[in-house]
């Protein structure tokens, strides 16, 4: 029996939409890019699946597929290595659990900021380690940034991010006061101790290296310790995204396995439905088979992950009207004048809208500022999920039941654009950062409001599907415009999913979350790198700074 054949026996109800294994066509037409041709064909058959069509009448109402040409016009973007766990991940179920996934560190960027943090302090616990007579000859600690790390790094403050972690500091405890006293003063000299040796290291020490390369991710670095030319220690890591690492050589933790085993959504509402309970209940029991943890230990993390999101919003609003945001773009604070007039207007909708944005807006302010903000799912994004979060507890005095509830069916969203797709704007773009916060946040309101589990999933559904293609391009490589606005987007279109799936005939909604992820992955492949968190195109070249 032949792969195709075996394939015709799996029933519809049982095929993977997010597997682009299912009905593959054994033959790949001469001409055509077999990666393209691949994708194109999931696409179909999961279009198939969906539309309870065959594949064939799918296939033969979509677009033909293009001839690979024979210049691409535009730089290629930076292949992933298989290798690397993010790639491998998909096939699994979903493992990724709260404490991983929402990360209060220093702003703008997980990927670049608290990422490289939680790496060079692995590499510095790493080297602690090493026997007493290697560390006696160490001379030096060097880092080098590639790839996005290198071409965007300046304006997110790598360079005092890693410098940071190799001094013992970590994302989440550290003071924003000591990372923006390296920016104001960048000859600091810091000792680090490695056993019974001393060694100075400065910022000279992180070093922006090559943007283009055959890099296993776009966020790659190196960390060395050296002993004159002779190297001691060295490893290659990559910042994934979302503040997530990895190294080479990488291999995932051990973990228990979930009580309730799910890799798509659909699989994910099934346990929900049959259960007669909630996605967030599901996820909730996931996590302590998982982690071992109690049911009031996840809560009392996620209590601090709201209350977090919480400070970041307040904090944001605290500031002076006539703040100015560090950085070239020389960008005023407007959170609190924005607040303040959105008061003023004189329909309550208007009004809801303005604060809404006013919150987010604070948040990612803050994050601007690189003060602590937390990963939901990125640095950059960091504004959306805590808006909602704000104006569900604060404002609509919201049970805080229902807001940690709300957090975990969140986290589910962000986990399976993880698993299946990226969160990281250096692979996918803004679609992987707030494109998906947006989608948390709408999926973190419906449950809020007590949806029933598809209107959950069409909530987060329409949110990611309306920020697909959405490219990354910060100005003068500062996390600010568009970032900051674009948080304030992504949290009233989080607004808007809710309001429209939650008014709509929920099983008349024609995309389910599933394939909207795999059009994420999809998209993310196919963008230019020069719109990955390059700032090598878009509002990055048009806006001109003087
Ligand atoms: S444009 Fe979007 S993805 Fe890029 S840095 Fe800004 S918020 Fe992040």
């Avoid at 040409?69 to 290629?76: E, Y």
């Avoid at 600010?480 to 808007?496: L, S």
Wanted: charged residues 25%; neutral net charge.
């Amino acid at each position: 029996m032949s792969a195709m054949s075996k394939r015709e026996d799996v029933k519809d109800e049982e095929r993977n939409p997010l597997d682009p294994s299912a009905e593959m066509p054994p033959e790949i037409p001469a001409g055509l890019d077999r990666r393209k041709f691949m994708m194109r064909s999931a696409v179909i058959s999961a279009a198939a699946v969906m539309n309870g069509c065959t594949r064939a009448e799918t296939e033969k109402k979509a677009p033909p597929p293009a001839a690979a040409p024979a210049s691409a016009a535009a730089a290629p973007a930076v292949p992933l290595d298989a290798d690397l766990n993010v790639v491998k991940k998909g096939s699994g179920p979903v493992l990724t659990t709260v404490d991983e996934f929402y990360k209060v560190g220093p702003g703008p960027s997980s990927s670049h900021t608290i990422g490289p943090m939680r790496i060079t302090y692995d590499f510095y616990q790493q080297a602690a380690k090493l026997p007493a007579d290697k560390l006696a000859t160490a001379t030096k600690l060097q880092v080098n940034l590639f790839g996005s790390l290198s071409a965007t790094g300046k304006g997110h403050g790598t360079e005092r991010a890693a410098l940071a972690g190799l001094v013992g500091k970590e994302p989440a405890t550290v003071d924003p006061k000591f990372l923006d006293g390296l920016r104001d003063k960048p000859d600091q000299v810091f000792p680090v101790k490695l056993g019974g040796k001393t060694i100075d290291v400065s910022l000279k020490d992180v070093i922006y290296d090559a943007t283009k390369g055959d890099f296993k991710h776009p966020n790659t670095m190196t960390v060395k310790l050296l002993a004159g030319n002779d190297v001691l220690l060295e490893q290659e890591y990559y910042s994934v995204g979302g503040g997530f690492i990895e190294w080479k050589g990488y291999t995932p933790p051990k973990k228990n396995a979930p009580k309730y085993p799910f890799r798509t959504m659909k699989e994910l509402r099934e346990h929900a439905d049959k259960n007669k309970t909630t996605i967030a209940k599901i996820m909730l029991a996931n996590e302590t088979s998982i982690t071992g943890r109690s049911e009031a230990e996840v809560y009392a993390f996620v209590d601090k992950i709201i209350n977090a999101m919480v400070a970041t919003v307040k904090s944001g609003l605290s500031m002076p009207e006539d703040d100015v945001l560090p950085g070239p773009i020389k960008l005023h604070s407007k959170a609190a004048t924005v607040y303040k007039r959105a008061m003023d207007d004189k329909y309550e909708a208007d009004r809801g809208i303005g604060a809404l944005s006013a919150f987010a807006i604070a948040a990612s302010e803050e994050n601007g500022r690189g003060h602590l903000v937390i990963t939901a799912p990125t640095g950059g994004s960091a504004g959306v999920m805590p808006a909602l979060v704000y104006g569900l507890l604060e404002v609509r005095k919201a049970d805080r039941q229902k807001v940690r509830d709300g957090m975990l069916a969140a986290a589910a969203v962000g986990y399976l654009c993880k698993h299946h797709a990226t969160l990281s704007a250096a692979e996918g773009g803004c679609q992987a950062e707030i494109g998906v916060a947006s989608s948390m946040a709408a999926a973190l309101t419906a449950t809020v409001f007590d949806a029933e589990s598809r209107v959950v999933e069409n909530a987060a559904e329409s949110a990611l599907e309306h920020h697909l293609g959405m490219t990354c391009d910060p100005v003068a490589g500062y996390v600010q415009v568009p970032c900051i606005e674009r948080c304030a987007f992504g949290a009233v279109k989080a607004w808007t999913a809710y309001a429209i799936a939650s008014n709509e005939i929920a099983s008349r909604h024609r995309v389910d979350f599933d394939a909207t992820v795999m059009a994420l992955a999809q998209t993310a492949r196919d963008m230019n790198s020069k719109y990955k968190e390059t700032s090598e195109a878009g509002l990055a070249q048009s806006v001109v700074l003087c």
